[in-house]
């Protein structure tokens, strides 16, 4: 069966530098959540879309901007980045908001900022 | 407080033996609750989701949900190597987004 797929894997970025994370989700689902996992941590929600359009919002920076296209594909932009973006990032995709559908995670973006 | 809390751990159990695992949360709407495992390095990976009061069962995985006690709890029968691993209790609120427990590493002991 199709999962979500995440690009890229992994990325090494500077300080101030930016970075785009990308997510596809599962085909048929319309909603696609993102999340940011530290070390040693629980997943923490940043941010949701439901049918291209922000759905809910949690803790995501002022820095962090993400949107979803018509293919129901999302990006997750991050500006101005500092070393405690440092995190595992995954993007996860159910098929119905609202609903208590399952949602079911990409394998992530390890993400290093030095 | 954490909204969503879970026995610490780590927890290490026999092969062979029961693996109990437990979680609860604060939001009295809260209507849908799951339990991830963990590798590490990787994607939390869905084992159950549980939506009434009552125990839901799937192979060697229970389920168990009590929304008056506000809690939910993950048995593990015939526990193996393979399922050591850090499990994760989620809870949906509201526009569905997953609030996580801190998370329970459990160790299979050959």
């Known amino acids: 069966a199709a999962g979500v797929i995440q690009s890229p894997r992994h990325l090494i970025k500077e300080k101030r530098e930016t970075a785009t994370l990308k997510c596809y989700p599962i085909?048929?689902?319309?909603?696609v959540y993102w999340y940011q996992q530290g070390p040693g941590q629980d997943p923490q929600f940043l941010i949701s879309?439901?049918?291209?359009?922000?759905?809910d919002k949690g803790s995501i920076p002022d820095r962090f901007s993400a949107q979803q296209f018509s293919d129901y594909h999302s990006e997750l932009n991050m500006s101005s980045l500092e070393l405690g973006d440092s995190a595992l990032y995954f993007c996860?995709?159910?098929?119905?908001?609202?609903?208590?559908?399952?949602?079911?995670f990409g394998p992530g973006t390890r993400l290093l900022v030095l | 407080q954490k909204e969503v809390e879970q026995n610490s751990g780590p927890l290490s159990v026999p092969e062979g033996a029961i693996a109990s695992l437990n979680c609860t949360y604060s939001?009295?709407?809260?209507?849908?609750f799951f339990w991830y495992r963990q590798y590490s390095g990787k994607s939390p990976e869905l084992i159950m989701s549980?939506?009434?009061?009552g125990d839901k069962e799937d192979g060697r995985f229970t389920a168990q949900l009590n929304k008056a006690s506000q809690y939910v709890s993950l048995l593990i029968r015939d526990s193996q190597p393979s399922d050591s691993a850090t499990y994760l209790c989620?809870?949906?609120?509201?526009?569905?987004?997953?609030?996580f427990g801190q998370g329970t590493r459990l160790t299979i002991n050959p």
């Open positions: 996860a995709s159910s098929p119905l908001e609202g609903t208590g559908e399952t949602q079911y």
């Open positions: 085909p048929r689902h319309d909603t």
């Open positions: 879309f439901y049918e291209k359009m922000q759905s």
């Open positions: 939001d009295r709407g809260s209507q849908s």
């Open positions: 549980i939506y009434s009061n």
């Open positions: 989620a809870v949906s609120q509201g526009a569905q987004k997953l609030v």
